[in-house]
């Protein structure tokens, strides 16, 4: 079964540093896709941002970036000078085969001013 | 642009009530996803549509659950006879293709005593 594991329960970051929430996944496939999403409070579903496998550069959304490692099926993000609006849950996904996003358990995010 | 609209917000019911979540997709989706978010499961997918037909509904947990989706602006989600263990927040979420980024709604946060 293709999993996706965050190894991180909890991070903490102090403001305006920087922090990075790891994620690997696991699958047989060669092209796929991986999403960050970003749950705060509020409990919506933020898309934070995509991967494609095929692409080797690694995406990039403002503060927000990726180090994705095909071959280690490792795929992290990078959060920049993180601002109070950056706490929440992070989930990384792995949509498979049949398009359905397999999620990992999350990383619960918190930013200290 | 109005995201994905998601009814009612909150629902608090007893069991063996009828339940009826509601979701209105981003106008020119072709795909509707249904979702259900506990501490114990995490985001578990319940059923999800491509141009209006059910394509998956093998996340369904039991009988008493039914998704509906009569046109390209309108799905329900129905719960009847509800249970305690069926509290949760469900989401709703569509994409613009079946591998395209989902974008989600508010959740519906259901009770049931």
């Known amino acids: 079964a293709q999993t996706v594991t965050q190894s991180q329960p909890e991070m903490s970051v102090q403001e305006a540093e920087t922090v990075t929430l790891s994620c690997t996944y696991d699958t047989s496939e060669s092209d796929y896709y991986l999403f960050w999403y970003k749950q705060p409070p509020s409990r919506q579903m933020i898309l934070v941002i995509r991967?494609?496998?095929?692409k080797q550069q690694n995406a990039t959304e403002n503060r927000f970036s990726v180090n994705f490692q095909k071959a280690a099926k490792s795929f992290s993000l990078k959060i920049s000078d993180s601002q109070l609006g950056d706490a929440a849950m992070y989930f990384c996904a792995h949509m498979d085969s049949n398009y359905q996003l397999i999620w990992g358990a999350g990383t619960k995010l918190i930013i200290k001013p | 642009d109005a995201g994905v609209i998601q009814s009612p917000r909150h629902e608090v019911t007893e069991m063996g009530q009828e339940v009826t979540l509601r979701c209105k997709p981003i106008s020119g989706h072709n795909s509707l996803f249904w979702y259900r978010q506990t501490m114990m499961r995490g985001l578990e997918l319940l059923i999800y549509?491509?141009?209006?037909?059910?394509?998956?509904d093998s996340g369904m947990p039991e009988d008493r659950f039914s998704a509906k989706m009569p046109n390209a602006s309108f799905s329900t989600l129905k719960i009847q006879p509800s249970e305690p263990r069926d509290s949760a927040v469900y989401f709703c979420?569509?994409?613009?293709?079946?591998?395209?980024?989902?974008?989600f709604g508010d959740g519906t946060r259901l009770s049931i005593l």
């Open positions: 549509f491509n141009n209006n037909v059910p394509i998956d």
């Open positions: 991967q494609e496998a095929y």
């Open positions: 979420a569509s994409s613009l293709a079946i591998n395209q980024p989902q974008h």
